[in-house]
C-alpha cells in the first residue's frame, strides 16, 4: 500500500490549463476504474472533483476533467481561476483498500 | 442537509485506546460504504479504513491493521472506529466519508468519497 505518486507543485496563470499525474500500479490505478481526485483548501475538508476516472460530482465545473492511461491517472484543470489555488489529491481502489496520492500544490500566478 | 459529524478525539497517551464517531444524517446510510481519513498536521491524506454497507467487506490501511477497528450501525446511521495500541504517529485530524454511489450500483468496490465531515483531532503525546 504505497502512496500514489503525484507532483508536489504545479502552477498556471489565469486562463490557462494545469495537468497533474497520478502514478500507481497494477494493483491500484491500473486495475480499476475507480481513481477519485480531491480538491483541498487550507483549514477546510477535501471536496470530491472526480469520481470513476473522467465523472465530476453535481455542481464540479467541467473545467475540471480526468483521464488515464495504464498506471497513470491524471486530472485537468482548464481556465485556471484564482479559486482553483489549493492541494489536490487522487485516491484509487484497490481491491478492499483504497490508496491516496502524495498531493499536489496548485499555484495560480 | 447530508451531514457527517465526527467525536470522540481528543488527548491520549501512547498504548491507549480510542474509539471514533460518525453520526450520518440526510441519506440513506446503510445503503453506503463509508471511510475514515486522517491527515496528520501539515501532511497529506491518508485513507485509515473503509467498511462496505452491510460490514461485509473491510479494508485497512497498512499503518494501522491489527491495532484499529472499523464498524458501523446501520440502525443507528452511525460508524465508528475503535483505536488500539496508539502511537505519535496516529496523531492526525480524523475525518468519516461517504462514498459517492449505493452498493447496488454494481462492483461492491469504493468509488470516491462526495460527503465529509469536519473532523476530531488526534493527539497522542504523554
Known amino acids: 500500500q504505497s502512496a500514489l505518486t503525484q507532483p508536489p507543485s504545479a502552477s498556471g496563470s489565469p486562463g490557462q490549463s494545469v495537468t497533474i499525474s497520478c502514478t500507481g500500479t497494477s494493483s491500484d490505478v491500473g486495475g480499476y476504474n475507480y481513481v477519485s481526485w480531491y480538491q483541498q483548501h487550507p483549514g477546510k475538508a477535501p471536496k470530491l472533483m472526480i469520481y470513476?476516472?473522467?465523472k465530476r460530482p453535481s455542481g464540479v465545473p467541467d473545467r475540471f476533467s480526468g483521464s488515464k492511461s495504464g498506471n497513470t491517472a491524471s486530472l485537468t484543470v482548464s481556465g485556471l481561476q484564482a479559486e482553483d489555488e489549493a492541494d489536490y489529491y487522487c485516491?484509487?481502489?484497490?481491491?478492499?483498500?483504497?490508496?491516496f496520492g502524495t498531493g499536489t500544490k496548485v499555484t495560480v500566478l | 442537509e447530508v451531514q457527517l459529524v465526527e467525536s470522540g478525539g481528543g488527548l491520549v497517551q501512547p498504548g491507549r485506546s480510542l474509539r471514533l464517531s460518525c453520526a450520518a444524517s440526510g441519506f440513506t446510510f446503510d445503503d453506503y460504504a463509508m471511510h475514515w481519513v486522517r491527515q496528520a498536521p501539515g501532511k497529506g491524506l491518508e485513507w485509515v479504513s473503509g467498511i462496505s454497507w452491510n460490514s461485509g467487506s473491510i479494508g485497512y490501511a497498512d499503518s494501522v491493521k491489527g491495532r484499529f477497528t472499523i464498524s458501523r450501525d446501520n440502525a443507528k446511521n452511525s460508524l465508528y472506529l475503535q483505536m488500539n495500541s496508539l502511537r505519535a504517529e496516529d496523531t492526525a485530524l480524523y475525518y468519516c466519508?461517504?462514498?459517492?454511489?449505493?452498493?447496488?450500483?454494481?462492483?461492491?468496490?469504493?468509488?470516491?468519497?462526495?460527503?465529509w465531515g469536519q473532523g476530531t483531532t488526534v493527539t497522542v503525546s504523554s
Open positions: 466519508a461517504k462514498d459517492i454511489l449505493p452498493y447496488y450500483y454494481g462492483s461492491g468496490a469504493f468509488y470516491g468519497m462526495d460527503v
Open positions: 470513476e476516472v473522467s
Open positions: 485516491s484509487s481502489y484497490a481491491g478492499s483498500n483504497n490508496v
